[in-house]
Nanobody, 125 residues
Framework: VQLQESGPGLVKPSQTLSLTCTVS??????????WSWIRQPPGKGLEWMGA???????YYSPSLKSRTSISVDTSKNQFSLQLTSVTPEDTAVYYC??????????????????WGQGTQVTVSS
């Protein structure tokens, strides 16, 4: 499975960050697959943000749940992230990644079977 993130690289404070991950080499609805969004702020470790399962169920980090929404477009084999009310603290490299259900939510890179290349998002006016 190959993953590719896309979306704007610059977002203004208080606006909504929107990213899309395109999946190739496999179906996003394949049984047992979980599709996560993970970010890495400059100088910090990986932070798991949330995931959507092959079934459409969603899971969110408690610290980001109030601002995060993950959705899927099965017709395009894509899943998307929306993060509302962004601040400069949301500046990070954003990744999409795939895992099974036992490892979803992990913050170790090797817990995931596939990763996108990552996309830099800067929050600045």
């Amino acid at each position: 499975v190959q993953l590719q993130e896309s979306g704007p690289g610059l977002v203004k404070p208080s606006q909504t960050l929107s990213l899309t991950c395109t999946v190739s080499g496999g179906s996003i609805t394949t049984n047992g697959y979980y599709w996560s969004w993970i970010r890495q702020p400059p100088g910090k470790g990986l932070e798991w943000m949330g995931a959507i399962a092959y079934s459409g169920s969603t899971y969110y980090s408690p610290s980001l749940k109030s601002r995060t929404s993950i959705s899927v477009d099965t017709s395009k084999n894509q899943f998307s992230l929306q993060l509302t009310s962004v601040t400069p603290e949301d500046t990070a490299v954003y990744y999409c990644a795939e895992s099974d259900g036992l490892r979803v939510g992990a913050t170790e890179r090797n817990a995931y079977d596939s990763w996108g290349q990552g996309t830099q998002v800067t929050v600045s006016s």
